[in-house]
């Protein structure tokens, strides 16, 4: 198992972490099985999507838009239940085969650590299983 820090500048943000998942995965030797990464965060999730400007804004959008109009109870005590609601419907983790010692994943899907209450410092865990 391995893990990494991400650094986040905006409150939501998607940040692409493929290349590191992909370095790990590399680096363990596993030639078949499966990657599982993780965000031990309530207000931060993992996403697949596509790396383009556009279509991440996109996203972002309709994160908050999905949120937005609510008198969430939480928000008296921390303000960021909307952070908390979106990390939960994204999930916190996700698990990728891995076949001849990488990952399989779409021509378009990349790896990002979507962020909901940021700046922060965010944790990434990779755990490579298999044979």
């Given amino acids: 198992m391995k893990e990494f820090v991400v650094l986040t500048q905006e409150r939501f943000q ?12 590399g680096e363990n ?3 078949d099985g499966q990657v599982l ?3 031990p965060h309530s207000t931060a999730a993992v996403l697949l999507t596509e790396n383009e400007e556009g279509l991440k804004r996109d ?16 928000d008296l005590i921390d303000d960021n239940a909307d952070s908390h609601i979106l990390s939960g419907l994204v999930g916190q983790g996700k698990t990728l085969p891995v ?33």
């Fill in 37 to 39: 990464v993780f965000v």
């Fill in 14 to 25: 998607l940040v692409d972490i493929t290349d590191r998942v992909e370095e790990i995965v």
């Fill in 59 to 74: 996203w972002l959008d309709v994160f908050k838009k999905m949120v937005s109009g609510f008198n969430f109870r939480h």
């Fill in 29 to 31: 030797g596993i030639k």
């Fill in 99 to 131: 076949k001849e010692g990488r990952m399989v994943r779409g021509t378009w899907q990349q790896i990002f650590l979507a962020e909901f209450d940021g700046p922060k410092t965010r944790k990434v865990i990779v755990k490579v299983t298999g044979d």
